[in-house]
């Protein structure tokens, strides 16, 4: 089944505790990216890969890492998680390949609270 | 600047029709799409429009004018499982680069 799976579903953390979220896809998509959803504010990205070991910013990157060393993952790292992170987060991938048409497939997303 | 209005929150009967609306400002258009989204789900594909007009697909239907920087999804038939988010995003460009820009979402709410 092609899917982007993200893990973990739930996280409960302390400020300052670095902390992973991971996500694969199997559908061999070039294009990954990173959103955090919070009320009132929609769907932001924070990062976004076009290919392995190519990387940029999105919108809101601050306080943020990703690294794609393989086509299928791309993680996303807080190495100091705040507060003012505690949010709903989504991986996206979609192919390249006439890109500007193609809908992104979205993961289950991750539900994330810093104390 | 980028922007994206939709509606904050709609209600709507079963059966009945409903239409969202979103009008959008964005530097350059490559797309518009318009995604479901359950509560505390991953947003799901509904519809694709790229040149003006209408787009059919069973019981939604999505419209595009870019001259009027607009666009509707029209929900016919409503049942109770359409009760859910529903996110206007553009593709446009920021910062020279290609990117999808999505609005707040309505919230839609079917009632029995």
């Known amino acids: 089944e092609a899917q982007v799976t993200q893990n973990p579903r739930y996280l409960i953390t302390v400020t300052g505790k670095k902390l992973t979220v991971t996500c694969s896809q199997n559908?061999?998509?070039?294009?990954m990216s990173w959103y955090r959803q919070d009320p009132g504010l929609g769907l932001r990205q924070i990062y976004y890969?076009?290919?392995?070991?190519?990387?940029d910013k999105g919108d809101v990157p601050e306080g943020y890492k990703v690294s794609r060393k393989e086509k299928r993952n791309f993680p996303l790292i807080l190495e100091s998680p705040s507060p003012n992170q505690t949010s709903l987060y989504f991986c996206a991938s979609s192919p390249l390949a006439g890109f500007s048409s193609y809908e992104q497939y979205f993961g289950p997303g991750t539900r994330l609270t810093v104390t | 600047g980028q922007n994206i209005d939709q509606p904050t929150e709609m209600t709507a009967t079963e059966g009945a029709i409903v239409q969202i609306n979103c009008t959008y400002q964005?530097?350059?258009?490559?797309?518009l799409f318009w995604y479901q989204q359950h509560a505390g789900e991953a947003p799901t594909f509904l519809s694709y429009n790229v040149l003006d007009g209408l787009e059919e697909k069973g019981r939604f239907s999505s419209f595009l004018s870019r001259s009027k920087g607009y666009s509707y999804l029209l929900l016919k038939e409503l049942q109770m499982k359409d009760s859910a988010s529903y996110l206007c995003a553009v593709r446009g460009v920021r910062e020279n680069t290609d990117k999808l820009i999505f609005g707040t979402g309505t919230r839609l709410q079917v009632f029995p």
């Open positions: 559908m061999n998509h070039e294009y």
């Open positions: 890969s076009m290919n392995v070991e190519v990387t």
């Open positions: 964005t530097s350059g258009f490559n797309g």
